[in-house]
């Protein structure tokens, strides 16, 4: 890359980072405190909601903090709206959306930071598209932690870029991380009230969907991963986005 | 685009208010706060979106509002009233029911709450907010909205292109169709790369990167923003002065309590009628300054 | 004063062993409007990026660029950015915000200004481009050349010295893009801004430059103002003069006695004082009638069709007939609704009235199959759209998949259709890394794999350099002869008038003239060749430089 890396004094890097710590140890603890004795541990959705956000918070102030170059940006940016895109690609198909196949070959290609940045910018402005609502930043936020993980899977050679590896990681990831966050946020939505058989009968009603939600993520990575990274390393290549 | 009445003034207004009544709405169990709070949201609802608003209030929130009400006491069996059994053996309590009825309202609440937001909150506001405290991510949402409209264009762009040399993604069976979308989102993946390299240069022959970026905004705090963002942060004061003392709330289990109705419950009250309805009142008010400065020419 | 001396500057691209730029050597000054002509891959776009080093390819550049005195290496980032706008050619890949009034800012964010000063230089620069009107649009609003416009005002609102731009109407209909020339006459007369642009649209921009440069195989082989440029040529007897303004072309095959005219008006000055010696006839144009063609290939009768059931007419009361084995032209403005007319004919829409038949079977009650297969092609405008594959080769074979043809007989078929088009030495290149012209081509080839009866064509010779188009033309004309029938839809007069059998006017949802190209172009005053234009006075049915020439020679 060209730009100089020189021009990189900035004042509030030190104070970010203490922000950040601050969050971690201070604000999220004293979040649920305040949850468990203020609240009388009934606001289950709003405590969770915070923490939520929270923990994207990082995300954002480690991206920032670094100054990312153009490229960075245009690679986030174009995968994200591919996403979004993608889901008007397949609209003679229902409930069968690229969406997590798009996140998680972010991650790979990309890393775990990247790959978390695609998946939530997607969950946030698609809903641009679809609607805000309270379900926004549970969907960033599972969107975002599969691409985390699998870039971090990648990264320590659990997870290759063969297909089936792929595909068998983004059926499970979906079914799993998505199907298991999203509805947890769901019923907290509906009910404000903790309980083990609301929670199974929650699960129970969103079981074909989060069912054919990962086998559509499965699918897609069987089919598109190959050519999809392979126009990645592509343009990584062509213009030498590679040398970071 | 939505620039009239509440919509009009400073996004951080808009942001503070929405987070204000959305926050509240979430909290506040008491029937009276919960009803202001509901009534308000419809009203503005409708009034930004007509008849839009009536259909999907009544056509979505009502069913969502009984089934939340319902889903609440099967699972739920605290309570000292107690109503019947179930075949399982579990009691419903008229307090589940209650609580039941009272979560379904303040769910759907915040879901109208949320209705408004996104007619106010256009992403460009959103960008405004956000752009000096995340530059670089705001950046990236607003090049994700340019692209969007653009890709989706593209797709519809290569289907028909697709189409014209014999392969329709309308036409075959299941997987035909799906292998066709796969091949138009393969092609518009090559094409956008390509192409995003273009604008990374255009980016870069701006100068972006440069230290000490600043973000500009069409959004000036005039004092119009001034005075508006002194009543609605009083009377946001004052609802939480209510709420610290326990004057908004209410007790479920194990029976039925709501705080007292006192002179100082009802000022809570109006503080937030007012602040539910501030849109409302502002537009009805520049709706009646029109017509009398109308009525002069 | 001195803003760019290049001394000695040569280019190679990696892993290549030929020069991409050869021993440039130029000077160039303050508030001069230069125009960089040549072929594509002359090398004359990577020139131009050597000027703003941040943009310039990765590669070996060798020689010495000074910027205002100093090396171009000193200056840092914000002195490029700031100092030396650049436009790129393809108006969409230039914006990067989704709002008008936040690209007009970015540069300006970039630099640092403040929310005041930043205030004020957007609203001077949209005040002078006249961007006030659409200042609170999306950008997915805007038109073309409104895209364009935004860039270039954007670029303006960082207060450059020069401005770079390369092919910048290239994507642009002719309206739009005259008006973006007038745009930056305006700015380098009103505001003295250095202006350097490449382009090989030469109609418009070269009697605005000061200076007209042609590249060659990436040297410099002219080097002068418009006129003595475009004579140079002529001595040298160079291809690049077929790109030069029509005048001009018809003067040097004509005489050599005074200097070159560069606009219609000095052309048609030259022509009076031409033929007041001489005795001529003057011509009126004949309107000669097209008989109803006997067996049409595409006929509409009575079409009518829009997009949204509440939405406005599209094509109204459309009928027209296409003979088997012509080359039929629909040409007029933006938004008159012939590319929706050419989507109608490939069956991409159904008409609410009326009929489309296609070789005399009606289209909507023919199969998807029927109609597609050995039938209808359809070129998308761009070529892209088509390419799915990793090389040129494999898009091709991806075209006969379904066929039940054998291994070898699509092997023989693709080596076949490469050797027509002349595609064998790109192959085995991805179809991206082409150029525009050869994507072009390699589209051509695989839309021509279905053997085609019927080519509609949506304006391809867009961005096309005249040696690409006269190329494009005699594939087209070759598949004419095998009999072929080629629907095109464009905005490029001069291509039509010179290779059409049949022009059609397209204006508000209908055809309001039609007839043989030359006839038809004769039939008009405004919409039609430069060549004719400048002669219509004397000679009506004279459309096409070569016409214009062996009138004066006859008449001399």
Known sequence: MQESRLEKTNSRFGRRTLVSAFLIFVIIPATILFGVYALDDRKYYFISLLIILYTMLPFAMVFEKRKPQARELIVIAVLSAIAVAGRAAFFMLPQFKPVAAIVIIAGVSFGPEAGFLVGATTGFVSNFFFGQGPWTPWQMFCFGIIGFIAGLLFRKGWLRKKRLSLSVFGGLATFVIYGGIINIGSMLMFTPTLSREALIATYVSGFWFDLIHAAATAIFLFILSKPMIEKLDRIKLKYGLIDR | MNRNGFAGYH????????????????????????????????????????????????????????????????????????LFYLKSGNPITLESILYGISSACMLITVLIWFSCYNAVMTSDKFIYLFGKLIPALSLILSMVLRFVPRYKDQIRRISYAQRSIGKDVSQGNLLRRARNGLTILSIMTTWALENAIETADSMKSRGYGLPRRTSYSLYRLDNRDKGFMAVMLSLIIIVVIGEVNGENTMRFFPSVQTAEVTPFSILIYAAYLGLCMMPVIQHMMEAIKWKSIASKM | MEIYRIEDVSFTFPLQARKAIYHIQLTIQSGEFITIGGKS??????????????????????????FRGLPIEGLDQRQQASEIGFVLQNPDNGIVTDKVWHELAFGLESLGLDQQAIRLRVAETASFFGIQNWFHKSVTELSGGQKQLLNLASMMAMHPTVLLLDEPTSQLDPIAAADFIETLRKINRELGTTIIMTEHRLEEVLPVSDRFIVMDEGKVIVDDNP????????????????????????????????????????????????????????????????????????????????????????????????????????????????????????????????????????????????????????????????????TVEQDLAEMLVQSSLTREEKADKVFAISEFLELQNLLGMHPYDLSGGEQQRAALAKVLLLEPRILLLDEPTKGLDSFFKDKLASYLKKLNAQGVTIIMVSHDIEFCAKYADVCAMFFDGSITTSGQAKTFFAGNSFYTTAANRMVRHVWKSAVTVEDVIRRCKNHG
């Not at chain 3, 941040?54 to 060798?62: A, D, F, T, V």
Request: hydrophobic share 40%.
């Open chain 2, 11 to 82: 996004p951080l207004i808009n942001f503070v208010y929405f987070t204000a009544v959305l926050l509240f709405g979430m909290f506040f169990v008491h029937p009276i706060m919960q009803v202001i709070s509901l009534v308000s949201a419809s009203c503005y609802s409708i009034m930004l979106r007509g008849r839009r608003a009536v259909r999907f209030q009544l056509l979505y929130m009502l069913p969502l509002l009984l089934a939340a009400a319902l889903f609440n006491p099967a699972f739920n069996h605290a309570g000292v009233t107690i």
């Open chain 3, 41 to 66: 891959g002359s090398g004359k776009s990577t020139l131009l990026r050597q000027l703003k080093p941040i943009l310039s390819p990765h590669g070996e550049r060798e020689g010495k660029i000074n």
């Open chain 3, 227 to 390: 006129r003595k440029a475009g004579e140079a040529l002529w001595h040298m007897n160079h291809p690049m003069f077929t790109a030069v303004p029509s005048p001009m072309q018809i003067y040097a095959g004509v005489t050599q006695d005074s200097s070159y005219p560069v606009t219609v008006k000095e052309g048609r000055q030259w022509l009076d004082r031409y033929i007041t010696n001489r005795s001529f006839v003057r011509e009126e144009a004949v309107t000669a009638i097209i008989s109803s063609v006997k067996q049409p290939a595409v006929r509409f009768k009575d079409i009518w069709f829009k997009y949204e059931k509440n939405g406005p007419d599209v094509i109204k009361d459309l009928s027209f007939e296409v003979a088997e084995g012509q080359f039929y032209c629909l040409v007029g403005g933006n938004g008159t609704g012939k590319t929706t007319a050419l989507s109608l004919a490939g069956g991409l829409y159904q008409p609410y009235r009326g009929k489309v038949y296609i070789g005399g079977k009606n289209a909507a009650s023919m199969s998807f199959k029927e109609l597609y297969q050995s039938n209808l092609a359809y070129l998308p405008q761009n070529p892209q759209h088509l390419f799915v594959k990793k």
